[in-house]
Nanobody, 115 residues
Framework: QVQLVESGGGLVQPGGSLRLSCAASGFTFSNYFTAWYRQAPGKERELVASITGVGGRTYYADSVKGRFTITRDNAKNTVYLQMNGLEPEDTAVYLC????????WGQGTQVTVSS
């Protein structure tokens, strides 16, 4: 059974940090391009960061560049998103995405940045 399970979301004050994790199972994770998307209420889903399966090449949206870091551990079938300097505008549901021959999505984890 294919699963992407996110964790690590929560409520944090502006300027704070969170580390999201996405644990994959049921497919050959290391062969898959993975990414984090986010969706805020009333807004379209947007790509936050991505990382290739081999080589670990990364991409970041301009809005998070310098604040967020995406990494992956293929031995643990897990992709991470370290988020520093969080701003209220980062409030959203964060979803894990994996793509090779198929596309897989996680259920999402809520991140709320508020004082």
């Amino acid at each position: 059974q294919v699963q992407l399970v996110e964790s690590g979301g929560g409520l944090v004050q502006p300027g704070g940090s969170l580390r999201l994790s996405c644990a994959a199972s049921g497919f050959t994770f290391s062969n898959y391009f993975t990414a984090w998307y986010r969706q805020a209420p009333g807004k379209e889903r947007e790509l936050v960061a991505s990382i290739t399966g081999v080589g670990g090449r990364t991409y970041y949206a301009d809005s998070v560049k310098g604040r967020f870091t995406i990494t992956r551990d293929n031995a643990k079938n897990t992709v991470y998103l370290q988020m520093n300097g969080l701003e209220p505008e980062d409030t959203a549901v964060y979803l894990c995405y994996a793509y090779n021959t198929r596309v897989y999505w996680g259920q999402g984890t809520q991140v709320t940045v508020s004082s």
